[in-house]
DNA sequence: TAGGTGACGCGGT
DNA sequence: CACCGCGCCACCT
């Protein structure tokens, strides 16, 4: 299992306008312990340019990887772009805007990654 | 090889 | 709300 193409093919189906977490993609990835190795891997640009990373807030719906772009505020005008609203202390409600994947979706990866191989 | 690190998360106080 | 502790684990020194 190559858990960061899996994270990478993911990405492409957060949709616009919703934010997901790094422990959600972790779970959809099979590796529910791994929400770290998300944000590790994000940091470090090991899951490709195209991933929308600033569609990935924490547990708490914090842009904690905010300064890890190229400006300090480029996460959350990315957001805002998208209809995504972010609140003062950087901060967005997850109620209104977090991606809330079902389990039917989660089959569709399983299934997904079964077919690519990774 | 042994330890330190961190875009995390949960539970407790 | 703000801390704090702990479990977690791939990567780096």
Known sequence: MDFYKRIAAVGKHIPKGKV????????????????RQVGYALNRGRIGKD???YRVVNGQGYLSGA??????????RLLEA????????????LKVFG???????????YDLFLEMGI
């Open 51 to 53: 991933f929308p990373a």
């Open 99 to 109: 991606w809330h994947s079902t389990i039917e979706e989660a089959e569709f990866f």
């Open 82 to 93: 998208d209809g995504v609203e972010v609140m003062k202390n950087n901060r967005i409600d």
């Open 20 to 35: 997901t977490t790094y422990g959600q993609l972790a779970l959809l990835c099979g590796k529910p312990n791994n929400a």
């Open 67 to 76: 300064a890890a772009f190229e400006a300090p505020d480029m996460q959350r």
